[in-house]
């Protein structure tokens, strides 16, 4: 159980585009999503967390009107990356946690090229 | 099914002991892996890591252990300190997922002064 699907697994799109990511809690309710971006061999960098039926909570760097988050469901939470340039090309990965559950859950992640 | 699975949620040891973190894996495919450290409301943060043509590397006090044959892999740190306390996740890729991960669970460590 505790299975977190991400779509797409990677997406190549033009400068100045708009991308959305999904992220869906296949087989619970994921009461927080939390959305991270990564560098090759480097950490795991907390974008911002999420609560189903609030606003997300960004970290400090992250700008808000660049990565939209919605968190509308409590198994679904999106991140649209808009006006995409080149060194928005990462990967973006989310992680669940329900209430009840122990541990996180990661979905498989998106690597996303903009060219 | 999980393909990473981190069967301990929690772990307590005494400072200066040594702590023995496990992961297992099940997708004979993956030929790297990572450890990762993540403290609350914070990002994980990369500890070490491990490419199948090894069976062991080193970092400080950080050691990773690999054994392919058993698909399973260990984080020994020693000797353990009370920053150590944390949440500790193993995750693996293949060469043909790209840099997509798969992660563990998650263990928690809780090392006592």
């Known amino acids: 159980g505790a299975v977190v699907s991400q779509h797409p697994s990677w997406v190549i799109c033009k400068s100045g585009t708009s991308v959305k990511i999904e992220c869906r809690s296949l087989d619970f309710q994921a009461t927080t999503m939390f959305w991270y971006r990564q560098f090759p061999k480097q950490s795991l960098m907390l974008m911002a967390t999420?609560?189903?039926?609030?606003?997300?909570?960004?970290e400090q760097g992250v700008e808000k009107d660049k990565f939209l988050i919605n968190h509308a469901s409590l198994t679904l939470s999106t991140l649209t990356v808009t006006s995409a340039h080149p060194e928005d090309s990462s990967f973006y990965i989310c992680?669940?946690?329900?209430?009840?559950?122990?541990?996180?859950?990661f979905g498989s992640g998106t690597r996303l090229t903009v060219v | 099914d999980q393909q990473v699975k981190q069967n301990s949620p929690s772990l307590s040891v005494q400072e200066g002991r040594i702590s023995i973190l496990n992961c297992d894996y099940t997708?004979?495919?993956?030929?790297?892996f990572l450890w990762y450290k993540k403290y609350p409301a914070e990002g994980p943060t990369f500890l070490i890591s491990?490419?199948?043509?090894?069976d062991k590397n080193e970092d400080g006090r950080f050691t990773v252990f690999l054994n392919k044959s058993a698909k399973h892999l260990s984080l020994h740190i020693v000797p353990s300190q009370p920053g150590d306390s944390a949440v500790y996740f193993c995750?693996?890729?293949?060469?043909?997922?790209?840099?997509?991960?798969?992660f563990g669970p998650g263990t928690r460590l809780s090392v006592l002064p």
């Open positions: 491990i490419s199948s043509i090894k």
């Open positions: 999420s609560n189903e039926g609030s606003k997300a909570t960004y």
């Open positions: 995750a693996a890729s293949a060469k043909n997922y790209g840099q997509n991960f798969v």
């Open positions: 997708n004979s495919m993956f030929d790297y």
């Open positions: 992680s669940a946690r329900a209430q009840d559950l122990y541990g996180y859950t």
